[in-house]
């Protein structure tokens, strides 16, 4: 760990060493570099096969041979809880890849050209944000016929794209009216060319902060879609479709929801440490506002 | 202070109109044919074409879109398809559940978490502070369905002190009250951090400020200081902050209503949409954007009454 960490402090000036200043910061890197570990090497450590059925042996409690009991199918919990944080960092992180993505395009061109596309578009962040998220993704995932991965990805992304471009637009109309994006049109550079040179560069700082506080929202998001059985398709192990299964069983079975909420706390609670770390190490002025789910 | 609210309600009534917008055009690419999705795949083509006949769906997109919008302000929400009960009945009895769980939830939220943010800042560094901060954070980060679970399974199914699931008998409030307060507990925990986490960070701000070197300096007590100067003008933001939570609020009760299979709006539509029952999904979520919608107003409104400069932008 500690040539690890001089490692990567040699080029990450300062960053790493920042976020391992605080007792939080620490605990998240550590809860994060975890999930990830587990989620590449799901494979290798998980007990048995996630999806292999016995029903012979279905709800057992924790045994030698099945650490975390077995569910109502009779699948090694262990297993699929380790499985399941593949689930869980494969629907995230592209779902706020892909709203950051949307939000920062369709933000710089609302702050940068102002006047009625601007309003145009403003109008289509507030009309997505009138519907309150879970609802939203609810009726969406519904009206499509079910959820894959890719849906639940698309859906998700709907859900933050609204909020990013705001914070992207204010922004980028704040740097348009600054002198180097008038020296660069008065030097007869194309609007293209000031939008990625200038403004772009300059109005996406906060959007990267904001998606990586976002990380744990989205997985709880994402736990409670496939909690309510919109998410991932079965047999595939998602936390949120094992919570449900181990809530269904909680009065005969209660380590079911014990362990998965455990996983699924576990993920939340480090990206939020770590994300509010990098926050601090990035952007100190705005450590004291807590951040609205 | 007139201009302002005139020109939130026209924003806010945009807005509604163009989620009214949006929804109706979701519903309009739905795949497959509403009809066969309303009456099963087996049912036979004169069903369907008079359910079309009934439904309108054989009328033109613009005349169905009008009819919408024109029923949608008229407060018909259409009726239910498995019971034929207006919707509007059926949003309206659930309604009063989910405003009481997410007003009752804040309010026990607002009470805790404000004192415990003011004596976090006050005691700055101490342990009583440190610990308040981790669990702030905890709490606010667990999903709230988890927070639901666990509540379940502790005071309900281990301990057997509260009733695990439904709302109470209806009329009788004691019962009602009694099967309240898990759910309420649930949704409460995790704005009890919000709220102390923020309450701390704004009373430690205005305890640098210059009002309260002079309160210290008349030799006003500590306490006094802390309670009556600092608080008092940090209630501000926090009163704003409470006010924009509620619109979050109301989304994020359906998980609780749904784990303690407890009626309200979200378990409403959340039922509908599994039974495919579209109709009582659509004027649910139509409720459901009206209310946001409204909550998201009046939150932004009292914000502009305390703070002038909001109203500018």
Known sequence: MNILNRLVKSYQTGMLRRILSSFSGTLGLVLIALIILIAIFAPQLAPHNPTDIDVTNRLAGPTAKHPFGTDHLGRDLLSRLIFGSRIALLVSLPAIGLGVIVGIMLGTIAGYSGGTLDNILLFMFDTVRAFPPLLLAITIITLTGGANMLVLIIVLGITRFPGYGRLVRAQSAQVSKREFVMASEAAGSTTTRTLFKHIFPNSIGPVFINAAMDIPVIITFAAALSFLGLGVPPPIPGWGRILRSGYSYIRTSPWMVTFSAIFLVMATLGFTFLGEALRDALDPKLKKSPQLQ | ?313
Do not use: C
């Open chain 2, 1 to 313: 202070m007139a201009q302002y609210t005139f020109r939130r309600f026209l924003t806010a009534l945009a807005t509604v109109f163009g989620a009214m917008v949006l929804l109706f055009i979701m519903i309009q690419f739905m795949p497959g044919n509403p009809a066969t999705i309303l009456l099963g795949p087996r049912a036979s083509p004169e069903i369907i074409a008079s359910f079309e006949e009934k439904m309108g769906l054989n009328q033109p997109i613009y005349v169905q879109f009008g009819k919408f919008m024109f029923n949608v302000f008229q407060g018909d929400l259409g009726r239910d398809v498995l019971t034929h009960r207006p919707v509007r009945e059926l949003v309206l009895n659930a309604l009063p559940y989910t405003i009481v769980l997410a007003f009752t939830g804040m309010g026990v939220a607002a009470l805790i978490g404000i004192p415990l943010g003011a004596f976090a800042a006050a005691y700055r560094d101490s342990l009583l502070d440190k610990i308040t901060g981790v669990l702030s954070v905890s709490f606010i980060t667990m999903p709230s369905f988890v927070k639901a679970i666990v509540l379940l399974l502790v005071f309900a199914v281990i301990l057997r002190w509260f009733p695990a699931t439904g709302g109470g008998e209806p009329g009788n409030i004691l019962d009602q009250l009694y099967h309240l307060i898990l759910p309420m507990t649930a949704i409460a925990i995790g704005w009890i951090g919000y709220i102390a986490r923020l309450t701390r960070a704004v009373v430690l701000d205005e305890l640098t400020e210059d009002y309260v070197r002079t309160a210290r300096a008349k030799g006003v007590s500590e306490r006094m200081t802390l309670y009556k100067h600092a608080l008092r003008s940090a209630m501000v933001p926090v009163v704003s902050f409470i006010g924009v939570g509620f619109g979050t609020l109301l989304g994020g009760t359906v998980l609780t209503e749904v784990v303690f299979n407890r009626p309200g709006l979200g378990t409403l539509i959340y039922n509908a949409v599994k039974a495919r029952n579209f109709p009582v999904a659509e004027g649910g979520l139509i409720i459901a954007v009206f209310l946001y919608a409204f909550v998201n107003m009046v939150a932004d409104l009292s914000h502009g009454f305390i703070d002038p400069r909001m109203r500018t932008e």
